[in-house]
């Protein structure tokens, strides 16, 4: 299996994400899946925001485009190659100020690509292009946002990401939060990343269980998987 695994925390090691999203990548490994990681920390890499001579390159036909137009590009060009190449994605990520990083942000505008990451069709329809990718948010929050908390409706992050990556093709996401974490007690904080933990080890496992019935194929999945677990 082939994993587009993107790091998004300012933390650096001191992230959950971060440390959620590794926790996940050894239960996949001790479930014996072959893994080929393709990493990216958007902190250090981080994706040009969106100008204006990119917005007129990428809705300018290819065989349209001038060199500069194709040097504007080719970052978003790699990176939507990346994205594309994978198996399977395992985003990780803190909630700021009740949405996502601004690198993170920007990595989503750079591979939202008329195109390539998503298409027309003849009836004028767009269809997403990551159909078949299973695909993992661990996120983290610092609050705690579940339904009947005072902040349950400041969560501008799941909505978020369910939109931006059902429009490229992941139709069904499913969602896992690791909360509180910042603004609790220590024991509110621990049974917060427990759960966290082992709802990653059922994804993990589940994730086996599909790629051990398909080992040499890279079969469509029409229960495409996208689990958040979201601030830090």
């Not at 008329?114 to 997403?128: A, F, I, K, P, R």
């Not at 759960?195 to 269980?209: C, D, G, I, Q, T």
Request: charged share 25%; hydrophobic share 45%; proline share 5%.
């Amino acid at each position: 299996m082939k994993i587009m695994h993107v790091d998004a925390s300012a933390k650096r090691e001191r992230s959950n994400s971060r440390a959620l999203s590794r926790y996940f990548l050894e239960r996949l490994r001790e479930e014996r899946v072959d893994l080929e990681v393709d990493y990216l920390d958007v902190t250090v890499d981080t994706p040009p925001h969106v100008t204006e001579a990119f917005a007129i390159a990428t809705y300018t036909p290819a065989h349209e485009r001038t060199a500069a137009m194709k040097a504007t590009l080719a970052a978003s060009d790699a990176l939507c190659e990346r994205l594309l190449a994978a198996d399977a994605l395992v985003f990780a990520m803190p909630m700021y100020n009740w949405s996502m990083p601004s690198a993170f942000k920007a990595y989503i505008d750079s591979v939202t690509r008329t195109g390539l990451t998503y298409v027309h069709s003849e009836d004028g329809h767009t269809v997403g292009q990551l159909v078949r990718h299973r695909a993992l948010f661990i996120t983290s929050r610092g609050a705690d946002l579940r339904a009947g908390s005072p902040y349950e409706s400041m969560d501008a992050l799941t909505p978020a990401l369910k939109a931006a990556f059902g429009f490229l093709g992941v139709a069904s996401p499913t969602f896992v939060d690791a909360q509180p974490l910042q603004f609790a007690n220590l024991q509110a904080r621990a049974d917060a990343l427990e759960r966290a933990r082992m709802e990653l080890a059922e994804v993990a496992a589940n994730w086996a269980k599909q790629v051990h019935a398909t080992p040499h194929a890279r079969a469509a999945d029409p229960n495409n998987e996208v689990m958040t677990l979201c601030q830090e």
